[in-house]
């Protein structure tokens, strides 16, 4: 989500900027159990009101994240609502450490 550590939305009202910043939320907390975005094995991202072009938003915003070789596969999910009206974007992830 697009929260800091006090459930403070951080972000306007753009697909973009809530993409961006739920990962660096995502790098933060993999970083806490000594995983980093590489060791990522799948995603999925719930997309409020999905449309077409939204996939292209998210791709190219996990390009600036990860190379084509690092992505994980990825589930993508239209959603009516999320919990706080102001989100857009939540992703969950599944990391696997060694």
């Known amino acids: 989500m697009a929260f800091d550590r006090d459930r403070n939305l951080l972000v306007g009202d753009s697909l973009e900027a809530q993409t961006r910043h739920v990962f660096q939320n ?12 590489e ?21 190219t ?16 999910l ?4 999320m919990t706080y009206k102001e989100l857009l974007v939540e992703t969950d ?3 696997v450490v060694d």
Not at 26 to 37: I, Q, Y
Not at 43 to 59: A, I, N, S
Not at 63 to 75: A, C
Not at 78 to 81: C, K, R, T
């Open 61 to 76: 915003i996990m390009d600036e994240f990860l190379t084509p070789e690092q992505r994980p596969p990825s589930t993508l």
């Open 26 to 37: 995502l790098k933060t907390a993999l970083a806490a159990g000594s995983a980093t975005l």
């Open 39 to 59: 060791d990522l094995v799948m995603m999925t991202f719930y997309v409020v009101g999905y449309q077409e072009p939204h996939r292209d938003v998210l791709m």
């Open 93 to 95: 992830g599944v990391a």
């Open 78 to 81: 239209g959603v009516q609502a």
